[in-house]
Protein backbone atom coordinates (compact mmCIF):
# COMPACT_ATOMS: atom_id res chain seq x y z
CA UNK A 1 0.00 0.00 0.00
CA UNK A 2 1.28 3.61 -0.26
CA UNK A 3 0.01 5.45 2.46
CA UNK A 4 -0.05 3.61 5.95
CA UNK A 5 -0.71 5.05 9.72
CA UNK A 6 -0.16 2.88 12.29
CA UNK A 7 -1.07 0.32 10.72
CA UNK A 8 -4.11 1.19 8.54
CA UNK A 9 -3.25 1.59 4.98
CA UNK A 10 -4.60 2.96 1.27
CA UNK A 11 -4.02 3.05 -2.18
CA UNK A 12 -3.20 6.16 -3.64
CA UNK A 13 -3.36 6.84 -7.10
CA UNK A 14 -1.08 8.79 -9.40
CA UNK A 15 -2.53 12.54 -9.63
CA UNK A 16 -3.32 12.47 -5.97
CA UNK A 17 -2.98 15.35 -3.64
CA UNK A 18 -2.39 14.54 -0.13
CA UNK A 19 -1.92 16.28 3.39
CA UNK A 20 -1.34 15.72 6.84
CA UNK A 21 -2.10 17.86 9.51
CA UNK A 22 0.55 17.37 12.35
CA UNK A 23 1.04 18.77 15.52
CA UNK A 24 4.61 17.32 16.02
CA UNK A 25 7.32 17.51 13.49
CA UNK A 26 8.03 14.03 14.52
CA UNK A 27 5.18 12.38 13.00
CA UNK A 28 6.28 13.40 9.09
CA UNK A 29 8.78 10.82 8.78
CA UNK A 30 6.84 7.85 8.99
CA UNK A 31 4.28 8.60 6.42
CA UNK A 32 6.47 10.05 3.98
CA UNK A 33 8.83 6.84 4.50
CA UNK A 34 5.97 4.46 3.90
CA UNK A 35 4.77 6.50 0.32
CA UNK A 36 8.18 7.08 -1.11
CA UNK A 37 9.39 3.57 -0.44
CA UNK A 38 6.84 2.46 -2.69
CA UNK A 39 7.78 4.89 -4.89
CA UNK A 40 11.40 3.93 -5.17
CA UNK A 41 10.38 0.29 -5.65
CA UNK A 42 8.32 1.07 -8.80
CA UNK A 43 10.77 3.01 -10.31
CA UNK A 44 9.38 6.53 -9.72
CA UNK A 45 11.74 9.34 -8.75
CA UNK A 46 10.99 10.59 -5.11
CA UNK A 47 11.98 13.98 -3.23
CA UNK A 48 11.76 14.97 0.37
CA UNK A 49 12.20 18.94 1.89
CA UNK A 50 11.98 19.97 5.16
CA UNK A 51 14.31 21.06 8.16
CA UNK A 52 17.56 18.84 8.64
CA UNK A 53 16.22 17.21 11.62
CA UNK A 54 13.41 15.58 9.71
CA UNK A 55 15.59 14.84 6.49
CA UNK A 56 17.35 12.68 9.26
CA UNK A 57 14.85 11.05 10.47
CA UNK A 58 13.36 10.24 7.26
CA UNK A 59 16.78 8.35 6.55
CA UNK A 60 16.48 6.38 9.58
CA UNK A 61 13.04 5.49 8.93
CA UNK A 62 13.82 4.77 5.24
CA UNK A 63 16.84 2.55 6.50
CA UNK A 64 14.34 0.70 8.56
CA UNK A 65 12.36 -0.67 5.95
CA UNK A 66 15.37 -1.89 3.49
CA UNK A 67 16.06 1.13 1.90
CA UNK A 68 19.54 2.02 0.83
CA UNK A 69 19.52 5.78 0.56
CA UNK A 70 22.97 6.66 -0.19
CA UNK A 71 22.91 4.37 -3.19
CA UNK A 72 19.48 5.84 -4.31
CA UNK A 73 20.90 9.53 -3.91
CA UNK A 74 23.98 8.99 -5.60
CA UNK A 75 21.34 7.50 -8.59
CA UNK A 76 19.64 10.92 -8.78
CA UNK A 77 16.18 8.37 -7.74
CA UNK A 78 15.96 10.42 -4.38
CA UNK A 79 16.14 14.00 -3.69
CA UNK A 80 16.40 15.21 -0.33
CA UNK A 81 16.27 19.15 0.33
CA UNK A 82 16.98 20.52 3.72
CA UNK A 83 17.10 24.29 2.26
CA UNK A 84 14.48 26.13 1.63
CA UNK A 85 15.81 28.40 -1.33
CA UNK A 86 15.52 26.04 -4.03
CA UNK A 87 11.72 26.46 -4.05
CA UNK A 88 11.70 30.15 -3.23
CA UNK A 89 11.47 32.84 -6.34
CA UNK A 90 15.34 34.59 -6.14
CA UNK A 91 15.72 31.70 -3.73
CA UNK A 92 13.85 34.66 -0.95
CA UNK A 93 10.69 34.69 -2.00
CA UNK A 94 7.39 32.80 -1.12
CA UNK A 95 5.33 32.72 -4.76
CA UNK A 96 2.79 30.24 -5.25
CA UNK A 97 3.38 29.82 -8.93
CA UNK A 98 7.18 29.59 -8.59
CA UNK A 99 6.78 26.87 -6.11
CA UNK A 100 4.03 24.89 -8.30
CA UNK A 101 6.75 25.64 -11.43
CA UNK A 102 9.33 24.18 -9.80
CA UNK A 103 7.12 20.63 -9.05
CA UNK A 104 6.34 20.37 -12.84
CA UNK A 105 9.86 20.77 -13.43
CA UNK A 106 10.38 18.20 -11.62
CA UNK A 107 8.23 15.84 -13.61
CA UNK A 108 9.59 16.90 -16.73
CA UNK A 109 13.23 16.39 -15.67
CA UNK A 110 12.14 12.69 -14.16
CA UNK A 111 10.53 11.63 -17.22
CA UNK A 112 13.02 12.22 -19.07
CA UNK A 113 15.78 10.92 -17.49
CA UNK A 114 13.20 7.73 -17.59
CA UNK A 115 11.34 7.52 -14.35
CA UNK A 116 8.06 6.28 -14.21
CA UNK A 117 6.57 8.96 -12.23
CA UNK A 118 7.65 11.16 -8.92
CA UNK A 119 6.25 11.30 -5.59
CA UNK A 120 7.17 14.45 -3.35
CA UNK A 121 6.79 15.44 0.04
CA UNK A 122 6.91 18.64 1.73
CA UNK A 123 6.77 20.04 4.86
CA UNK A 124 5.03 23.51 4.02
CA UNK A 125 4.84 25.14 7.77
CA UNK A 126 8.59 24.85 7.34
CA UNK A 127 9.09 25.91 3.95
CA UNK A 128 6.58 28.88 4.38
CA UNK A 129 7.32 29.91 7.92
CA UNK A 130 7.63 33.88 8.13
CA UNK A 131 7.08 34.13 3.89
CA UNK A 132 3.85 33.02 2.62
CA UNK A 133 0.49 34.53 3.84
CA UNK A 134 -2.54 32.40 4.26
CA UNK A 135 -3.59 33.78 1.01
CA UNK A 136 -0.80 32.66 -0.79
CA UNK A 137 -0.94 29.24 0.73
CA UNK A 138 -4.26 28.94 -0.70
CA UNK A 139 -3.65 29.86 -4.14
CA UNK A 140 -0.53 26.92 -4.05
CA UNK A 141 -2.36 24.23 -2.92
CA UNK A 142 -5.31 25.35 -5.46
CA UNK A 143 -3.37 25.56 -8.43
CA UNK A 144 -1.66 22.50 -7.24
CA UNK A 145 -4.80 20.59 -7.55
CA UNK A 146 -5.64 21.44 -10.58
CA UNK A 147 -2.17 20.39 -11.91
CA UNK A 148 -2.12 17.44 -10.06
CA UNK A 149 -5.41 16.16 -9.23
CA UNK A 150 -7.79 17.74 -12.27
CA UNK A 151 -4.89 17.10 -15.17
CA UNK A 152 -4.40 13.54 -13.39
CA UNK A 153 -0.01 14.57 -13.65
CA UNK A 154 2.33 11.61 -13.00
CA UNK A 155 2.58 12.59 -9.34
CA UNK A 156 1.80 11.79 -5.82
CA UNK A 157 2.16 14.68 -4.04
CA UNK A 158 2.19 14.67 -0.02
CA UNK A 159 2.18 18.25 1.90
CA UNK A 160 2.29 18.47 5.58
CA UNK A 161 1.23 21.25 7.81
CA UNK A 162 1.13 22.11 11.83
CA UNK A 163 -2.44 22.55 12.34
CA UNK A 164 -1.59 24.25 15.99
CA UNK A 165 0.23 27.03 13.55
CA UNK A 166 -2.45 27.92 11.37
CA UNK A 167 -5.58 29.68 11.93
CA UNK A 168 -8.76 27.80 12.28
CA UNK A 169 -10.51 28.93 9.02
CA UNK A 170 -6.75 27.97 6.99
CA UNK A 171 -7.08 24.63 8.26
CA UNK A 172 -10.44 24.09 7.01
CA UNK A 173 -9.72 25.84 3.46
CA UNK A 174 -6.58 23.61 3.30
CA UNK A 175 -8.69 20.64 3.66
CA UNK A 176 -11.04 21.57 1.50
CA UNK A 177 -8.26 21.60 -1.45
CA UNK A 178 -7.36 18.03 -1.00
CA UNK A 179 -9.33 15.00 -1.64
CA UNK A 180 -6.92 12.89 1.02
CA UNK A 181 -6.00 14.09 4.25
CA UNK A 182 -3.98 12.32 6.78
CA UNK A 183 -4.91 13.74 10.36
CA UNK A 184 -3.50 12.12 13.44
CA UNK A 185 -4.05 8.04 13.17
CA UNK A 186 -6.46 8.25 10.58
CA UNK A 187 -5.98 8.19 6.82
CA UNK A 188 -9.84 9.85 5.51
CA UNK A 189 -11.36 10.65 1.86
CA UNK A 190 -12.41 14.21 2.35
CA UNK A 191 -16.07 14.21 1.99
CA UNK A 192 -16.11 18.25 1.33
CA UNK A 193 -13.40 17.96 -1.31
CA UNK A 194 -13.75 20.99 -3.79
CA UNK A 195 -11.23 20.55 -6.59
CA UNK A 196 -9.78 23.36 -8.24
CA UNK A 197 -12.12 24.59 -10.28
CA UNK A 198 -15.03 24.22 -7.69
CA UNK A 199 -13.17 26.12 -4.80
CA UNK A 200 -12.14 28.83 -7.22
CA UNK A 201 -16.06 29.46 -8.33
CA UNK A 202 -16.72 29.22 -4.68
CA UNK A 203 -13.89 32.12 -4.09
CA UNK A 204 -15.50 34.50 -6.87
CA UNK A 205 -18.80 34.23 -5.62
CA UNK A 206 -18.16 35.32 -2.23
CA UNK A 207 -15.90 38.40 -3.58
CA UNK A 208 -19.29 39.25 -6.00
CA UNK A 209 -21.25 38.65 -2.84
CA UNK A 210 -19.03 41.41 -1.32
CA UNK A 211 -18.83 43.55 -3.95
CA UNK A 212 -22.50 43.44 -4.09
CA UNK A 213 -22.62 44.44 -0.31
CA UNK A 214 -20.68 47.26 -0.73
CA UNK A 215 -22.42 48.91 -3.08
CA UNK A 216 -25.78 48.86 -1.58
CA UNK A 217 -26.46 52.93 -0.06
Known amino acids: M ?3 VEGKSERIPPGS ?28 KCLFAAAPAQIKELRE ?9 DELIASGQLVLYDERDVFLANGKRFD ?14 ALREGWQAVRISIDMTW ?43 LVVE ?4 HPISVVGKYIKRN ?13 LRINKDKGNANTVV
Open 2 to 4: DLS
Open 174 to 177: VLKL
Open 127 to 169: LAKDLATPEQILKYEAASDAVFTFQNAPIIALMHYDHSKLLPS
Open 191 to 203: PYYLNSEQYMLKI
Open 17 to 44: HICQLYSKVTEIPGVTARLLRVGLSLNE
Open 96 to 109: PYFLLSSHQTFIAQ
Open 61 to 69: ELEKLQVDV
